[in-house]
């Protein structure tokens, strides 16, 4: 199976700043990976899909990268409804495994 | 607009059995396929089942493989997840969800709002 593993598992920061969130596969994954992100009590949503595609939408804010095993989300200009718990998800393989979340939080 | 409701989430006792409903709108449900993803309370996200869209092929997630059956009803839009044999490890919301995309490239782009089960003596 593969596991993902995210980092910083929390993160503060301000309104305006701009974030990277990494996401790690312990094996190649392509750019078969997705992001989402959760609100509390409310279910997931899907921001990015295949490593860099901004879902339908999704603020342009928000973008993603990478290939293998490495990847990032980045948001620009955080907005205060930007603070969440961030998810990724391969589809490489099933089980189609999460990383452990990042929770960003406003400083 | 695209809807998943699911329903069937209770408190049940170690060793008992629940189904789960996930009813759809808003699509062509029988050209997708189907995912339940579940959330442990305070927990991450963890996929656990997946049916394809003729309902040919069904995946699980090795910790509820024989206990739980995944299945759909196309004339009713509706996706099923019995669980058997439930432990307090199965504790979670369960969500229902879209997979968008072809095996490798999927994506949940629409979930349910979910359901709690809660497994408790």
């Known amino acids: 199976d593969i596991q993902m593993t995210q980092s910083p598992s929390s993160l503060s920061a301000s309104v305006g700043d701009r974030v990277t969130i990494t996401c790690r596969a312990s094996?190649?994954?392509?750019?078969?990976l997705n992001w989402y992100q959760q609100k509390p009590n409310k279910a997931p949503e899907l921001l990015i899909y295949?490593?860099?595609n901004l879902q339908s939408g999704a603020p342009s804010r928000f973008s993603g990268s990478g290939s293998g095993t490495d990847f990032t989300l980045t948001i620009t200009t955080l907005q205060p409804e930007d603070f969440a718990t961030y998810f990724c998800?391969?589809?490489?393989?099933?089980?189609?495994?999460f990383g452990q979340g990042t929770k960003l939080e406003i400083k | 607009q695209v809807q998943l409701v699911e329903s069937g989430g209770g408190v049940v006792q170690p060793g008992r059995s629940l189904r789960l409903s996930c009813a759809a709108s808003?699509?062509?449900?029988?050209?997708?396929?189907m995912h339940w993803v579940r959330q442990a309370p305070g927990k991450g996200l963890e996929w656990v089942a997946f049916?394809?869209?003729?309902?040919?092929?069904?995946y699980y997630i090795d910790s509820v493989k024989g206990r739980f059956t995944i299945s759909r009803d196309d004339p009713k839009n509706t996706l099923y997840l019995q669980m058997d044999s439930l432990r307090a490890e199965d504790t979670a919301v369960y969500y229902c969800?879209?997979?968008?995309?072809?095996?490798?490239?999927?994506?949940?782009?629409?979930w349910g709002q979910g359901t709690l089960v809660t497994v408790s003596s």
């Open positions: 295949t490593s860099s």
């Open positions: 808003g699509f062509t449900f029988n050209s997708y396929g």
């Open positions: 969800a879209r997979g968008r995309g072809m095996t490798v490239t999927v994506r949940f782009d629409y």
């Open positions: 998800q391969q589809s490489y393989s099933t089980p189609y495994s």
């Open positions: 049916i394809f869209s003729d309902g040919t092929n069904k």
């Open positions: 094996q190649s994954i392509s750019s078969f």
